[in-house]
């Protein structure tokens, strides 16, 4: 199957933003985020305004397409939508705790659309605060509105791609394989190597290691 042939899925529709606009609402974003599990690396997260004349097909779950589906899809709703990406990186997980740091970026990503959202659509049960418009946290809401399903294409690449860079720099640690999760491969790369410059020290599993090679040291 190429690239390009997206099979249609079930999964999610336009029915969240046609309640909001039914209620006044001009301009609604989706927001999703990537990466807020893994051990290192950043979390990212994306907003984005579907043009509702132009909604890509085959929009869906980040989690449930392939990487070349997420791929194809991701090269479409750039050229079709409005889209911000806010980037966290492990010093600010660290400073802010990684739920903090998810909700800042959150905000950050509304800000950064270019045009005034008049409601946002959250994938989760937590609304950051200070958000400039009214907002909705919908759980699940990845495979149920088409925006928040864009915005985890787009977070879910954009790490992705982050990941590639982070193993060019530290290969030994395999993160274009796992991506930071906690994997057995990487807990065993952390133990023999202790932590690189992309790990979040404020994760247990991270700290332990970075304790365990100073004591050997």
């Not at 006044?24 to 985020?33: F, L, N, P, Q, S």
């Not at 397409?65 to 966290?88: F, G, H, P, W």
């Not at 970026?105 to 008049?118: E, K, S």
Request: hydrophobic share 45%; charged share 20%; aromatic share 4%.
């Amino acid at each position: 199957m190429s690239a390009d042939s997206i099979p249609a899925q079930a999964g999610p529709d336009m029915s969240f933003e046609r309640a909001a606009q039914r209620r006044g609402a001009r301009v609604v974003c989706g927001v999703d985020e990537a990466g807020r599990g893994p051990l290192a690396g950043p979390v990212v997260v994306s907003a984005v305004v579907l043009n509702q004349r132009r909604v890509p097909d085959g929009l869906n779950d980040s989690k449930v397409l392939t990487a070349l589906q997420r791929e194809a899809l991701y090269d479409k709703i750039m050229v079709s939508a409005t889209v911000s990406i806010v980037v966290a990186p492990p010093l600010v997980i660290e400073r802010l705790n990684i739920l903090q740091a998810t909700l800042w970026a959150m905000r950050q990503a509304v800000l950064g659309l270019g045009v005034t959202a008049d409601h946002v659509l959250i994938d989760g049960n937590k609304l950051p605060k200070d958000l400039p418009c009214n907002g909705e946290a919908i759980v699940g809401g990845d495979g149920r509105s088409s925006s928040i399903a864009a915005a985890s294409i787009i977070a879910k690449v954009t790490r992705d791609r982050m990941c590639a860079i982070m193993h060019a720099e530290e290969p030994h640690f395999g993160f274009d394989s796992h991506k930071g999760y906690a994997a057995p491969v990487h807990l065993a790369a952390l133990t023999e190597y202790g932590p690189g410059r992309h790990h979040r020290m404020d994760f247990a599993p991270c700290a332990q290691a970075f304790r365990m090679k100073a004591a050997a040291a």
